[in-house]
Nanobody, 123 residues
Framework: QVQLVESGGGLVQAENSLRLSCAASGGPFSSYTFGWFRQAPGEEREFVATISAGGGTTDYAYSVKGRFTISRDNAKNMVYLQMDSLKPEDTAVYYC????????????????WGQGTQVTVSS
């Protein structure tokens, strides 16, 4: 089972940028589809972005499309979420997730999760 560790969260002012990183270990990285999810206080965890095993297909939640970019570096076993033009409503704990196999537009049914990293956007 792959293990995931997120980093890169923090406090940032609105309209600024952050890049989250997810380090994966313990599995054949290039065989996994990855996703980013987030959970704000008092709310359900929600899908943010996903990238296929080959990296050729990405998908985004409507609320972040055009502002966030998911990418992966198979040589470094890393997944990234570049977040630009941040808004206060992006404040949440962000989680990296993985599922073995090459899936496109996978918005659920992940079976490995990281511990999360806090992102706080001030107005």
């Amino acid at each position: 089972q792959v293990q995931l560790v997120e980093s890169g969260g923090g406090l940032v002012q609105a309209e600024n940028s952050l890049r989250l990183s997810c380090a994966a270990s313990g599995g054949p990285f290039s065989s996994y589809t990855f996703g980013w999810f987030r959970q704000a206080p008092g709310e359900e965890r929600e899908f943010v972005a996903t990238i296929s095993a080959g990296g050729g297909t990405t998908d985004y939640a409507y609320s972040v499309k055009g502002r966030f970019t998911i990418s992966r570096d198979n040589a470094k076993n890393m997944v990234y979420l570049q977040m630009d033009s941040l808004k206060p409503e992006d404040t949440a704990v962000y989680y990296c997730a993985a599922r073995r196999g090459n899936y496109v537009y996978l918005r659920g049914n992940y079976d490995a999760w990281g511990q999360g990293t806090q992102v706080t956007v001030s107005s």
